[in-house]
């Protein structure tokens, strides 16, 4: 992809401070397959890449030589990686005075490479390197908060990349997971922040489900913090509290919208996590599994099982699987022909194969 | 009956012939893995049957060729590179040998590639008489990390479950596993297990169908090679199965993660991975035919969704798809042979026959053919 800045830019082989060196154009041996018709600028600035490489020069203008090329192909590995080994070879070392659990000043030149990741992570978010490159340059900066800003500000232009998800999680893990208060470079200051960055984690998924109540990464990501990166509460009144509250949170969401599998994905997870059986729940999966009947009432608001709406599509195949899941096999099978006749014929062979089965020894994943 | 209109194969393989042959610069970002392109257009030439018939002998040799060429020895062991992006032309002949001889820093083998050259040169019917065992058993321990996972190439700190299941992959197909260390890997699969019964890319990640496939994949080849099942629960199996299944959207296509729209590659990894299961019986084929059948582009090649462009990416897994799910369609119908491929292999994901060769040639010779 030529990007509108190598193509603004005079090629490497124009400009007088690169005159020392001698680009080394790229071997094609015999015949080769897929060949891309390159760009002269993208020739011109790996031609000189690869002579850097080659001599082992490791000085500013290299940053400006990979970035140009990265501009043009953020895939492009190699250049990723000699970038990093450069701003690691310019970097001023750790002065020695300082204390190991210190907050680090940012050298300018980290800053500028934290500003131009900004930008390229937003224009190439689906490339893995660049991705690779900013986890690079957490241990370097050691502001995990300025990060999850940073992510916040992605997420509000694709609200469902996997990439920028996947840093989310690694870096709440790597900086405020069980690990990171045993890694004796971690500054204090990032640990004493760890309690206060997990409790806004829970807005922050409050925040992108109120944008979009059916963002699975948003439900996964609620997951994460609730019961993935830290594992269970260690005091069982706290245990059953988180748990309650789950179960609120999610009831309610399903609510709003029921036909959700994230929401039903979710709930399911929650019970399997905490050893609950689905059956504990049924009451509250039984008022989404039937059509609206003539004699519904409204009045009553019950916490624990909020009913749907009046506008609601019923009945919604999730709470049909649901049910069918936690009943004993004999009371689902009526729920699985249900589904396999009208509801949701294109799982039939599965709703059917699950009738049949139901009269064997599998019994349905609940206990 | 479902009405499907033809599977255009004749466009389709135009289409990665035509890729073959060459790329234009707006597809700069393929550089760093162009053998994996190779592997995607000789291999959905490979599926539609037409790799003897329709490429000249001397055109397979110059494939094979420049496949080999991408074979390189260095210090961190044997493998294949992408291309050679950022290997130097020299002038004197005795620099180029050098060069040749052994690799550089940032021209080293890739984990990725190694699978698709494997691959792409058994579909050649390659005899393997210059690839280097020993040097890629090595490769791959100095792939392998602390965790159990394997980095794309030497020392990066890209790894995540695509590039264990290559690991996996090369040592099934050397019938060697003496380059990995196997228990560290599974619990590095396990640890990206979600609550939705799927797999993610690494720890913490949310579940996705190509990682599902790739982590079921990976058990499966290790539990055949040594003889150990159980690696799922029955419980666990099923969470899969369901989640899997949940995957295929009314379209008739899967999609790659909850709530997401229906993706042609999806139609593979999802579809694979429920095969491995043993659940294929359970899959809607005439809907994912009807589904596939809508992202053929009208100039051949299969893309990712109706109306959108076609890569040979999509076009191979779209293929490898219906290899395994071929809608039942009545003989009367005039587009069923259009649709018939043959059988595929799920956990090396090749035709079977091509996995069959693999099996014969690339094992080290004395403990090989039987
Ligand atoms: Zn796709």
Redesign the interface.
Known sequence: ??SKAAADTPLFAEREEWADVQP????????????????PE?KDA?GYF??I??AGEKSARVLELTENIIR???????AW??RYETLLALLPPPAEDADAGAQPDIPPLLAAELALMDELAVTFLK???VW?HR??LVPLARQPRRELAFIQRGLAVDA?N?HT??YR??LL?ACYGRGAAADPAMPDAVLDEAAGVWAGELDFVDAALAQDV????A???R??VV???RGQADSEAERARIFRRELIYTKQNIAIAPS???AW??L???L??TNTPFAAVQDFARLYAYPHSADETRDVVDLDNPAPGADAELPCVQAMEFLADAWETEAGAEMWKSLANEHDT?????WE?RIRDAHQT?K??V? | MTQLPRLSRAGHAAHCKR????????????????LA??FY?IGSLDLLGIVEEQVSLQERN??K???W?QQTHGKYGTGFRP????????ISSKE?EQ?ESEY?S??TPHIIMTYTALISLAILRDDFATLDRAGLLRFLSTCQREDGSFS??PG???SDLRTLYCAFAISSMLNDWSGVNVPRAISFINTCR???GGY?????????GGTTYIALASLKLASDAFGRTGYLT??QQ??TV??L??N???S?GFCG????DADACYCFWCGAALKILGAE????SN?LASFLGRCQFKYGGISKAPGENPDPYHTYLSLAALAMYPPHLSDTDDNARSWRLDALDPLLNAREETTLWIRRHIPVPSNGPS
């Open positions: 992809m030529p080394l154009e790229q071997y094609e041996g015999v015949n080769p397959i897929a060949p891309i018709f390159y760009s993208y790996t690869r002579a490489v080659q043009q192909n953020p895939a492009h590995y190699s990686c000699y490339t893995y390197q690779h986890r690079l469902k996997y998800w996947s999680q690694w893990a059916r963002n699975n990464s439900w996964h990501h997951f994460f019961y993935g990166a959700n599998p994230s994905n979710y399911r997870g929650v399997r996590e294109i799982r039939r062979q599965y194969h599998i349905p994943a206990e | 890729c073959l042959s060459g790329l234009p610069a707006s597809q700069t970002d393929i550089d760093g893995s162009r392109l190779a257009c110059l494939w060729q420049w496949l060429e291309s050679p992006f950022m290997t130097a032309q020299h180029q060069v550089g940032y021209d794309t190439v990066s700190n890209e979600t609550y939705e993610g890319q690494s720890p913490f990640c949310e579940a996705q029955p419980s099923q969470e369901q989640w299944l949940r295929q959207a009314s008739g993660r909850t709530g997401k019986d359970l899959v809607d809907a």
